[in-house]
């Protein structure tokens, strides 16, 4: 069974009843779901959302450790940490330091929708995951390799966000830290999660 299916329905993240006060109430609660421990354990996610006046795909929040060093802190401070996903979402923002570089790694990325030569606005249009190892058939393309120096990774994968049929922005997800291989069984609950989450 898939965890993303097993995260809706115990913790019913996306049900009218939850009290989001804002879009970033939402940004939060998709951004900790995929990292946490009771979550999609992903080490580190980075959204990116698409700006239809400006007409850019646009960095906009990420969530995650920057080093093994860090991500030693941080999982030491989740031994005493909340238990439930639900929690951990409430917690998130008074979580200090934990994801300050990641999120200056995204601050100034903003890409053209026309530049269809690159592998976030590729992943865009096509509506498709991408995975890029060292398998990947375009594994020396240009925006590939911009991808990786970006966020310092030789794995990572691209997740578009689709709503009613248009692409509104893509998830990249990665285990930087761990090194642990993104399995397409990984591929399918987070695709899954990320029909959920645009959707609500």
Request: glycine share 6%; charged share 25%.
């Amino acid at each position: 069974k898939l965890k993303s299916e097993t995260l809706n329905r115990e913790f019913d993240l996306f049900n009218a009843h939850n009290n989001y006060e804002s879009i970033q109430d939402f940004i939060d609660t998709i951004l900790v779901s995929i990292t946490a421990g009771q979550g999609l354990r992903f080490n580190r996610a980075f959204l990116f959302l698409v700006d239809e006046d400006e007409q850019i795909l646009k960095g906009i929040q990420a969530i995650g450790p920057s080093s093994g060093d860090e991500a030693g802190i941080i999982y030491k401070e989740f031994d005493s940490a909340p238990r439930t996903l639900n929690e951990m979402i409430k917690n998130y923002k008074y979580k200090i330091g934990s994801d300050s570089v990641v999120n200056s790694v995204l601050k100034d990325v903003q890409i053209k929708l026309s530049d269809g030569q690159n592998i976030l606005i590729n992943a865009l249009r096509s509506q498709k995951y991408i995975l890029i190892n060292e398998d990947y058939p375009l594994i020396g393309d240009p925006s590939v390799f911009w991808l990786r120096e970006l966020f310092r990774v030789h794995e990572c994968a691209i997740i578009p966000m689709l709503w009613h049929g248009r692409s509104i922005g893509v998830i990249v997800v990665d285990n930087q830290v761990t090194q642990s291989k993104v399995t397409m069984h990984d591929i399918k609950g987070i695709t899954k999660y990320a029909e959920v989450a645009t959707n609500a």
